[in-house]
């Protein structure tokens, strides 16, 4: 009797998340859909869901399949019930030509790939001391100078960057600043550092509160000779111009992974919020670029996605009170407003870039980070 019990719950349970999940479906989804060149999975998952992120939940993977995760152009993927919860399965032809799809769009992010890295020092990285025949600027098959490389051998290549800006956790508020080639700070923005309060005061006080300092890649460069604590580096690529000053990493082999699918966000920080929007502008909009202040340490990877809120105005209550003094000191906080979704597609231990997926306000730099389908 028990097991019977039991057997009716479990199936009644399986029954009713079943139906749950299908009023995750879009009214309008479609029985069936030929993958197209350009697509990308959250613009096709958004063609059969509400939530685009729960893209995994629905996918019915061919366990025959190399990489069954992976959709290519000319699949055609179908949407089947089994055991009342609907699934996604797709056919296509055996032999797969072209690229497979991505989460998001590779040309809207490929310079945050490619170009940008995040490290959280920068003083202790080798750097360039000086170019060939005292030349200012330097360019493909040139020579650069190199202090600072130890243990290493000729044949490595290693790319040349340049700071651009930290990533600092205030006691209000995280914030940005301008960085010269040093890696110091071109300029204090005391509004900026007075609204987020400085360096947290929790953090270790030679580490300023840093979240990290992002670096932008000039040129890559092959290490030929090495003479006491001095590597010769040629450059290899006509890149951006090199200066004397600018820092040396190792050359990623893999720099990035862009086969990850989206998921979404459980664990949040309680600080996690915007720290900067891409291209130096004030707002961000749907494809655009801006970096978190959450990483791989906070558990966040790539496919996380979050969605984004504005905190709500602190209005004085003008009806309770009767003169204007007495309700500019009775604020009422207010709902926090709904910007839209970002997903992440690269992480670094205290930061991550993310693509704005959707919105119907804009993002602005402070804005607050929550689940993605969070309702307040």
């Given at each position: 009797?028990?097991?019977?019990?039991?057997?009716?719950?479990?199936?009644?349970?399986?029954?009713?998340?079943?139906?749950?999940?299908?009023?995750?479906?879009?009214?309008?989804?479609?029985?069936?859909?030929?993958?197209?060149?350009?697509?990308?999975?959250?613009?096709?998952?958004?063609?059969?869901?509400?939530?685009?992120?729960?893209?995994?939940?629905?996918?019915?993977?061919?366990?025959?399949?190399?990489?069954?995760?992976?959709?290519?152009?000319?699949?055609?993927?179908?949407?089947?019930?089994?055991?009342?919860?609907?699934?996604?399965?797709?056919?296509?032809p055996q032999i797969k030509t072209g690229d497979a799809i991505g989460a998001i769009p590779l040309s809207q992010i490929e310079p945050f790939l490619k170009e940008l890295t995040v490290v959280n020092d920068v003083k202790s990285l080798p750097y360039v001391i000086g170019?060939?025949?005292?030349?200012?600027?330097?360019?493909?098959?040139?020579?650069?100078?190199?202090?600072?490389?130890?243990?290493?051998?000729?044949?490595?290549?290693?790319?040349?960057?340049?700071?651009?800006?930290?990533?600092?956790?205030?006691?209000?508020?995280?914030?940005?600043?301008?960085?010269?080639?040093?890696?110091?700070?071109?300029?204090?923005?005391?509004?900026?550092?007075?609204?987020?309060?400085?360096?947290?005061?929790?953090?270790?006080?030679?580490?300023?509160?840093?979240?990290?300092?992002?670096?932008?890649?000039?040129?890559?460069?092959?290490?030929?000779?090495?003479?006491?604590?001095?590597?010769?580096?040629?450059?290899?690529?006509?890149?951006?111009?090199?200066?004397?000053?600018?820092?040396?990493?190792?050359?990623?082999?893999?720099?990035?992974?862009?086969?990850?699918?989206?998921?979404?966000?459980?664990?949040?920080?309680?600080?996690?919020?915007?720290?900067?929007?891409?291209?130096?502008?004030?707002?961000?909009?749907?494809?655009?670029?801006?970096?978190?202040?959450?990483?791989?340490?906070?558990?966040?990877?790539?496919?996380?996605?979050?969605?984004?809120?504005?905190?709500?105005?602190?209005?004085?209550?003008?009806?309770?009170?009767?003169?204007?003094?007495?309700?500019?000191?009775?604020?009422?906080?207010?709902?926090?407003d709904f910007l839209g979704h970002a997903m992440v597609f690269r992480t670094f231990d205290k930061v991550s870039y993310a693509l704005v997926m959707d919105g119907i306000r804009p993002v602005r730099v402070g804005d607050l980070l929550k689940s993605p389908d969070a309702?307040?």
């Amino acid at each position: 009797m028990l097991k019977r019990l039991l057997a009716v719950f479990t199936a009644t349970f399986i029954a009713l998340a079943g139906i749950a999940f299908a009023a995750e479906l879009r009214q309008d989804h479609p029985s069936t859909y030929v993958v197209r060149k350009g697509d990308t999975l959250w613009d096709i998952s958004a063609k059969f869901l509400q939530k685009p992120w729960l893209w995994p939940e629905i996918w019915q993977a061919n366990p025959q399949v190399k990489n069954p995760h992976r959709i290519y152009p000319g699949d055609v993927l179908s949407l089947v019930y089994i055991g009342g919860r609907p699934y996604l399965s797709s056919s296509g032809p055996q032999i797969k030509t072209g690229d497979a799809i991505g989460a998001i769009p590779l040309s809207q992010i490929e310079p945050f790939l490619k170009e940008l890295t995040v490290v959280n020092d920068v003083k202790s990285l080798p750097y360039v001391i000086g170019l060939e025949e005292d030349r200012l600027l330097s360019s493909a098959g040139q020579v650069a100078y190199v202090r600072g490389l130890s243990g290493a051998q000729p044949g490595q290549i290693v790319q040349i960057a340049r700071p651009i800006q930290d990533y600092v956790r205030g006691t209000k508020a995280d914030y940005a600043s301008d960085l010269n080639y040093q890696g110091d700070r071109l300029h204090q923005n005391w509004a900026v550092h007075w609204a987020a309060g400085g360096p947290s005061r929790d953090a270790p006080k030679n580490r300023r509160g840093l979240l990290g300092i992002e670096l932008s890649k000039q040129a890559l460069g092959e290490i030929t000779q090495i003479q006491g604590e001095i590597a010769v580096v040629v450059l290899r690529d006509e890149g951006r111009e090199v200066h004397v000053g600018d820092r040396v990493l190792p050359a990623e082999a893999a720099p990035y992974d862009a086969s990850f699918m989206p998921i979404g966000a459980t664990s949040i920080p309680e600080r996690a919020r915007v720290l900067s929007v891409s291209n130096g502008v004030n707002t961000a909009g749907p494809h655009f670029v801006i970096a978190l202040s959450v990483g791989s340490s906070d558990g966040v990877k790539n496919g996380t996605t979050f969605s984004l809120w504005h905190d709500g105005a602190l209005l004085p209550d003008t009806v309770a009170n009767k003169s204007l003094y007495l309700a500019k000191k009775d604020k009422v906080a207010m709902p926090d407003d709904f910007l839209g979704h970002a997903m992440v597609f690269r992480t670094f231990d205290k930061v991550s870039y993310a693509l704005v997926m959707d919105g119907i306000r804009p993002v602005r730099v402070g804005d607050l980070l929550k689940s993605p389908d969070a309702t307040q």
